[in-house]
């Protein structure tokens, strides 16, 4: 089989090209022919074109492309195919058009398109000589065809018949002069019909209509103005016949120009001419258009052909007069037709109507020209969706624009209600608004439209808009709006607050105390907080507590309690000098209502507990707070004054003792104030023995005695109210707070130790620190109990702990407190893990004293069995850490020294390995406190040894060391002489002998560990004993 070649050239690729061009000219050149042999008017010049068309198809079809490429190159031929081509079908779409629009402007417009078609016919001549025949080897009757369909075309004149020529002019007069007599109408149509070829029936009539109101409708869409007013002369000129009853749903024409349309449209741009200009021969153009013209080199006149002797221009003011007359006229017309179709049935014709009268109510004679009917007529409009609501409200904004009478008559109407239903819907906002502008213009009417429904919030609403008209025009609506207070007040509430601070500076007293009284019920968010925190405006609020008007005051002191919770506004109220000092005369003023009383230390409470410790010494109104004086007055007030009143004085007391030591100094001096606070622990209401409690608290914090007691017998009263509280309230909060005031319990009064031995605190303590896990005795605690109940409770376990009181830690042991002290070192918070590490070490070196001693006196006494004296001088001894004391095992550090029930071991508790773990917390001093319970083992110089290997054993030193690494200065310098200790009865394996050189040699740059840090390295044998660290 043989193979396909496909070595195709470049050369055949281009001739294919080539080829392809060549047939679309022959086609064009068949299309253009069969066009023009139907074509009626000036069919003589028509045929004899069609005539030479035919003979270039058939010359084109004789010719071999070949041949005239290879004459004169591909590129060249190709560019004249493809130009000849254009020019056979732009002749082929001016003969369609010629044919298929109406007859009446066929013959109107007869010479210009016979002229168009002059001239293509010389250009497609011209054209075709650019095939260079001559140079072919082609027969000569081919040449001779080519000379014959040239000159053909050149010399071709299209013209039309002087009847023809006569009826165009008689169209035009007629249109021009606006001549609606049927008579002449008809036999205008008479002759129009003759030169067609058709009769003068109402069939022509329809038809013309049809064709003449389709093209005057692609006009008006194209925006050409002038082919439009024609066209509705001649469907005028054929309604005058009165063949055809104009429609109802047509409108009504209102092209009738006084003016011939020649004159005033100019001749080269087809439109009604703006700046006129004469040239020397007299015709007149647009002034850019004849420039234009002679810029592209021509100096004949484009109307008259006439050789101009100069391009100078002249402006015709007669004829732009005239033209502006024209247009004024055509304008009128075009308002009386607006109006009428306005008021048909017709939406199609409506919308056309309203389209043309918001261009036209753009002049104030047309505004001016509307009556009574046509604003409600527009109102109505606006509830009807299938009109243009945005034409209809541009109508009604020009009429309010341009008259007063019409704002009125507007608003009466109703428009407000529609207009801003309008701007709800979102399509229309900004020719909403413009109408909106205009009526707010007017106070009487401004008021009206803040009474309508929703529009303020719609308004503001619109001020953050993304296009900035809208968002303008709603601002500016609004500041019309804003001198009406209660508006004000609605804008505020929509979150526009600038009118509503400024009506409020400008306003009388009655004003703001109203609008404070509005304010206080608002939902205020940041963005408003930096308009509200103008100091004008704090300043004017504030001034409201020196009104002589209770409401007044009470509205000011709720819209400060208000701005407390923004800290911008805390810092403006607190900067302000009369803030403070009208608030404390509120309070010190005898005959102030008690609620405003409330009110006022309320505030006061909330502005201290707000304020930081830097900010609480910045203010000098905060200042004024902590003077004897107040201090004294606010302790009086709580002793006399009603509950609600005593809570709130009671609260800002609390919040000025954490913030200020001399406040809880003046409160423990005073101490009837003392007597009474413990009183109010036994007293009937909840919520002051609560705030009693967080007072008593709070100045007992740092205070070196202690919580202040009352003398007896009330301090024993005061202790039993406190374990009451501790032992039987419901409340967490109160049983915390007292848990951390018996904590703080004088340390070395009898009487204090008595009390609490002979309570229940001690077991309601064990309860708290039990229920951390769950259970207690067996029966599930109820929800697990507040963090701060747990550490408060630690903390009065201490003092159950003190090495000083056996008598309490004896109770401790009986309890079985070890195992949950130690689960909080696991699972406790980091202060709750320090009190408990605190309390272990605190009851360890109880035992490891007594062990000490007791082996001390066994020693003394050459005792050879210290186990049997011990017995004798604990007789209630039982197994450390156990319920039973059969089969005792012995301690690995004490032997059988720690075996007595009261006794606590570390050891026997296994407390060591959970101690050594919470090392790793460094924060609240639990590494401190774990590292002196740790230490407590190494009391007694008879069981170092022993102790020390204990804690080597379960990773001691690995701990130790990351205390030295990571932790505070304090917990470092306990971890130095606890590692001191343990090098002086062990040996570190070499990894751990070289992890301590490293992190010890990092000490010595600290100057207040380096003289320990050198000590211990000595003791290592790593520097020498003549050191200078020593």
Not at 541 to 556: E, H, T, Y
Request: proline share 4%; with cysteine; hydrophobic share 40%.
């Amino acid at each position: 089989m043989d193979s396909m070649d496909f070595n195709f050239g470049i050369e055949d690729v281009g001739i294919a090209v080539l080829q392809e061009s060549w047939n679309r000219v022959a086609i064009q050149a068949v299309d253009l022919a069969s066009e023009t042999r139907d074509v009626v008017l000036g069919k003589s010049s028509f045929q004899e074109f069609s005539s030479s068309v035919n003979e270039l198809n058939t010359l084109f079809h004789a010719l071999d492309p070949r041949k005239i490429e290879a004459a004169m190159g591909l590129k060249s031929t190709k560019a004249v195919l493809e130009t000849l081509n254009g020019q056979l079908r732009k002749a082929c779409k001016i003969i369609k058009d010629y044919k298929s629009g109406s007859r009446l402007r066929l013959l109107l417009h007869s010479n210009s398109v016979l002229s168009e078609m002059q001239d293509l016919s010389r250009e497609i001549a011209t054209t075709m000589e650019s095939f260079q025949l001559v140079n072919l080897n082609m027969t000569l009757n081919l040449k001779a065809m080519m000379n014959q369909i040239v000159d053909s075309l050149r010399s071709l004149e299209f013209h039309s018949a002087a009847a023809t020529e006569r009826i165009a002019m008689e169209i035009e007069n007629s249109i021009s002069q606006s001549n609606r007599n049927r008579e002449n109408a008809v036999n205008l149509l008479e002759k129009i019909a003759e030169a067609v070829g058709a009769s003068a029936n109402t069939l022509l009539v329809q038809n013309e209509l049809a064709i003449l109101k389709q093209e005057k409708e692609e006009m008006e869409a194209q925006k050409k103005q002038a082919e439009a007013l024609q066209l509705n002369q001649l469907i005028q000129l054929l309604y005058n016949t009165e063949l055809v009853t104009r429609p109802e749903n047509e409108e009504v024409p209102i092209y009738h120009q006084q003016f011939p349309i020649e004159s005033i449209i100019c001749p080269l741009c087809n439109e009604v001419m703006k700046d006129a200009v004469a040239i020397v021969c007299g015709h007149s153009f647009e002034r850019q258009a004849i420039q234009e013209h002679f810029k592209r080199g021509e100096k004949k006149c484009p109307t008259c052909r006439e050789e101009l002797p100069s391009l100078d221009l002249t402006p015709n003011f007669n004829l732009r007069s005239s033209i502006e007359e024209w247009k004024q006229r055509e304008m009128d017309l075009k308002f009386q037709a607006a109006v009428v179709e306005i008021n048909s049935n017709d939406h199609s014709r409506q919308n056309k109507a309203l389209e043309d009268m918001q261009s036209l109510m753009e002049m104030p004679r047309y505004a001016a020209k509307t009556d009574g009917e046509f604003i409600p007529k527009l109102v109505e409009f606006l509830k009807d969706n299938r009109l243009n609501a945005k034409a209809t409200l541009k109508c009604l904004y020009y009429l309010a624009r341009f008259s007063d009478d019409h704002k009125e008559a507007i608003v009466q109407a109703g428009a407000i209600r529609h207009t801003v239903k309008q701007i709800y819907k979102g399509e229309t906002e900004a020719e909403a608004l413009a109408v909106l502008l205009e009526l707010s213009k007017r106070e009487s009417l401004g008021e009206k439209i803040g009474k309508t429904k929703d529009c303020i919030p719609i308004l503001v609403s619109l001020l953050h808009n993304d296009d900035p008209n809208v968002s303008e025009n709603a601002h500016s609506v609004l500041q019309n709006l804003s001198s009406n207070t209660h508006f004000a007040v609605k804008m505020a509430e929509a979150g526009y607050y600038q009118p509503f601070v400024a009506c409020f500076n400008q306003g009388s007293p009655e004003t703001r105390s109203l609008m404070a009284a509005a304010l206080m019920n608002m939902q205020l968010k940041e963005n408003s907080i930096s308009v509200l925190k103008e100091r004008p405006f704090i300043h004017n609020i504030i001034q409201l507590l020196s009104s002589n008007s209770p409401a007044s005051k009470s509205a000011c002191l709720k819209c400060i309690n208000k701005f407390i919770a923004y800290p911008r506004m805390l810092k403006r109220l607190l900067s302000d000098p009369v803030t403070i000092p009208l608030l404390l005369g509120l309070i010190s003023f005898v005959r102030s209502d008690p609620q405003l009383k409330q009110q006022a230390a309320e505030i006061l409470a909330l502005m201290v507990e707000a304020c930081q410790h830097p900010q609480f010494q910045l203010f000098q109104g905060l200042q004024e707070l902590q003077s004897e004086h107040n201090i004294s007055l606010f302790l009086q007030l709580v002793a006399s004054s009603e509950p609600q009143v005593k809570i709130q004085f009671l609260h800002l007391l609390v919040e000025l003792s954490y913030k200020s030591e001399k406040v809880r100094d003046l409160i423990q001096s005073n101490d009837d104030t003392i007597t009474n606070l413990f009183s109010s622990l036994d007293g009937d209401q909840p919520i002051v023995r609560r705030w009693a409690l967080k007072l008593l608290y709070r100045i007992s914090e740092g205070h070196p005695n202690g919580v202040q007691l009352p003398p007896s017998p009330g301090k024993e009263t005061a202790i039993n109210s406190l374990a009451t509280i501790l032992t039987s309230s419901l409340d967490i909060e109160e049983r915390s707070t007292a848990s951390g005031i018996i904590s703080r319990l004088p340390k070395d009064d009898d009487v204090v130790d008595e009390v609490l031995r002979k309570s229940e605190v001690l077991k309601a303590i064990h309860e708290v620190i039990c229920s951390m896990d769950g259970e207690h005795f067996g029966i599930r605690i109820p929800a697990s109990q507040d963090e701060c109940l747990l550490e408060n409770a630690l903390a009065a376990l201490l003092h159950f702990t003190e090495p000083s009181k056996p008598e309490l830690q004896r109770q401790v042991g009986k309890l079985q407190l070890y195992p949950s002290l130690i689960r909080v070192l696991s699972s406790g918070s980091s202060m709750a893990k320090q009190r408990a590490a605190t309390a272990l070490a605190q009851l360890s070196q109880s035992t490891s004293l007594s062990v000490s001693n007791a082996t001390r006196i066994a020693t003394e006494t050459n005792t050879s069995t210290p186990m049997l004296f011990l017995m004798k001088l604990l007789p209630d001894m039982s197994l450390c850490c156990s319920d039973s004391s059969e089969h005792p095992s012995l301690c690995s550090v004490h032997g059988a020294a720690c075996s007595p029930r009261e006794t606590f071991c570390l050891v026997k508790a296994d407390a060591v390995k959970p101690l050594l773990k919470s090392l790793s917390d460094i924060e609240s001093g639990v590494a401190e406190a774990a590292l002196m319970a740790l230490e407590t083992l190494l009391i007694d110089h008879s069981t170092l040894s022993p102790a020390t290997a204990v804690i080597v054993d379960s990773q001691g030193v690995t701990a130790i060391l990351q205390v030295l690494e990571k932790g505070s200065l304090s917990a470092k310098t306990k971890a130095l002489d606890l590692f001191q200790k343990i090098l002086k009865h062990t040996k570190l394996t070499d990894p751990l002998f070289k992890k301590s050189e490293r992190i010890l040699i990092q000490l010595l740059d600290d100057d207040s560990l380096k003289k320990k840090v050198g000590l211990v390295l000595r003791q290592m044998n790593i520097i020498p004993d003549q050191s200078s660290y020593f």
